[in-house]
């Protein structure tokens, strides 16, 4: 079937619009296309239906091209969720549905083939379509029936049917926006005036938003990041950056990629700044102003400056927390096929920066020494997986591999050729990539380790001569990118499956991935290039079991070295990982209330205060929480009724950290060893819609503050009975 749909005008005749300068030239193309339609009609070559028993998305039954396609010129896209060329697709396919809606004759219709084990999984197809704003059909073909029946060749390809669905043009890869507008609209013009086009409706029922849940702050959050503060810089933060008040040693920050935002934060999950959303955007300027599209990595240069790759802007972009103001250092928004670079900031065009590192150009010159390690980080390194490269955008006048002189602001390609492939050189511009989506710079080892999701492998290119080495994962053949699975072992012996982001502790000397697909941590050991799953399970599952991880496709390593923090993506979640205990919890994120930022009471509603003490070396606590309404007082019907527990840092953990009001919960707590306060507080916060003899309703709020005093004497078990009644206060 496939050397049927393959034709002069479908492979002889790449990009024919950008070949078309006068209008002559156009019209003679139209010509040529209407006569291979006439053709295509006549021989009447049909592709056949889908396959019966396949799930949809964004229809309400499944379609057919005999009987509810038929009448309209369709597009099928071929695509697969994981790859980065399937995805620069997707805009154009949207211009062309607003362009050419369905009831005027054009239908699209993504054809879902999975390239990974875990795309197959319809659930994980709904989050997909989900999180890229698909509103068109789709359907899951888990087993390729339709793709190996047409002998499609790679991920994407588009293939234009006629009304009748006989084939008519097939367009392999990305960069056809043009020649697919061109075909379609000849297409449509022709069979209109055959009066074969219908202008029924589909039974299109949307999926692509997600409506939040009250408590969910995060959507398909992406990348993390974490930055120590020093004592000047927290001071400063008390003083006016950090509006709570709260006095703590690290900053974070995450891309809440489904939102277009990003937001920062303090390790208690309290949020000092959202930066973004909710609409996507490409815009510069003050917080409550600037937009970004579907951002991804970050770095902190220093704790108040951070680096941004906004992905689907195409661009690179910088907040300033002194200033609050959000400026674009490289890219215009539109996507760039440049595969060298050089040119300087905004000048240079570039292609879904997927993550970000900083180095210093010093590691190029000369051995690590002591001083070295405090060297101001004057390259910012680019996962340009858009591109299946590595680049670097100079931060000041920097000398590079072979003595290079670099000027500041240039952006330029690095490593790799720009062919998606796991191939490993010595030389960095012979290496290749596919789709490099994570980075992590290792001072100390003078690497920088990349998470190449496509080859389903962990490399690592030394930054003292640009060769870039395997680590584990992959195949031997650089030219395999289905070398996936989930092993543990030894370099090629271990298996990932699409691996997004990767992160270095430096206190246990080990390199930790996110692998993506497989749900799962896992830890390399980089003297040995052997890999072990930490946690996670190969079953994806939601995050209301809190040691279970869904696509995760960021991490960052707190400055101790104790704690993981995990952009649990389709979680839609933070998770902190204690590697001490291996115990995992969620991070609840919130925003100050305005009682904080201006200084007065800390709580608003009912605070009950209590003390409890606990041996310093740490314990648990158990809470039996009596909470009750007195009588005269109901539940408001379908009020969210919720409680969250607030904790000082990422060291304190519980059961269970949030969840749906119950007269009797049972709360254990995890108090962490003493560190240096004699003391610390926590509290345990219930909001209830209620309603007095069914008339009057209004909203409580209850703040149970628990004091934990440590003492050499005291317990490492306490368990604590609390009762309160709405309407009276009792202990």
Partial sequence: MASDILDPISTASEHLFDTITTLEERNKMEEFIVEHITQCSSKNVQIGDFKQGLEWFNVSKPLSLSRDLRGKVVVLDFFTYCCVNCLHILPQLKQLEEQCPVEEGVVVIGVHSAKFDNEKDSANILAAVQRYNISHPVVNDADGTMWHSLGIPCWPTLLILGPNGEALFLLVGESHKHDMFLYVQTALNYYKNEGQIKDHSLPITSQSHIAAEEDRSLLFPGKMACCELSEQNNNSSQNGNNHSGENYTERLAVSDTGHHRIIIFSTSGRIEYVIGGPEPGFVDGA???????????????????????????HAIRE?????????????????????????????????????????????????????????????????????????????????????????????????????????????????????????????????VFVADSESSSIRRIYLNSGKVAAVVGGDRNPSNLFGFGDQDGKQYDAKLQHPLGVAWNSHNKMLYVADSYNHKLKS???????????????????????????????????????????????????????????????????????????????????????????NSSGGEITLVLSVTLDEGISLTANAPQKWVVEFPGPSWSASRCAGDYEPETTLKIMVPKQKQASSATFSINYRLYICRDSSECSKLELHIVVTVVYSDLAPDTVIHHFTHAFGQHRM
């Fill in 524 to 614: 390399i050991n980089v003297q040995t290039n052997n890999c072990t799953t930490v946690l996670g399970t190969s079953t994806r599952l939601n995050s209301r079991d809190a040691v279970q991880l869904n696509e995760p496709g960021g991490l960052c390593v707190s400055s101790d070295g104790t704690h993981i923090y995990v952009a649990d993506t389709n979680n839609h979640c933070i998770k902190i990982v204690n590697l001490e205990t291996m115990r995992i919890n969620k991070l609840i994120m919130f925003l100050p209330r305005e009682e904080d930022r201006l200084g007065r009471s800390k709580k608003s509603g009912t605070v009950v205060p209590t003390e409890l003490t606990i």
């Fill in 287 to 313: 917080f409550n102003e600037a937009q970004f599209n579907s951002p991804q990595g970050l770095t902190f240069h220093n704790p108040n400056l951070l680096y941004i790759a906004d992905t689907e802007n």
């Fill in 319 to 447: 907040i300033n927390l002194r200033t609050l103001h959000v400026r674009t250092l490289v890219g215009t928004g539109v996507q760039g096929t440049d595969h060298i670079g050089g040119a300087r900031l905004v000048n240079q065009i570039i292609s879904s920066p997927w993550d970000l590192c900083l180095v210093s150009s010093k590691l190029l010159k000369e051995p690590l020494a002591p001083e070295n390690e405090t060297a101001e980080k004057d390259v910012l390194l680019i996962a340009m997986a858009g591109l299946h490269q590595i680049w670097a955008f100079f931060l000041s006048d920097a000398v590079w591999w072979k003595g290079k002189m670099y000027e500041a602001g240039t952006c330029a390609a690095i490593v790799g050729t720009g062919k998606e492939e796991n191939r490993n050189n010595s030389y960095p511009h012979a290496a290749a990539f596919a789709q490099p989506s994570g980075l992590c710079v290792v001072t100390e080892l003078q690497s």
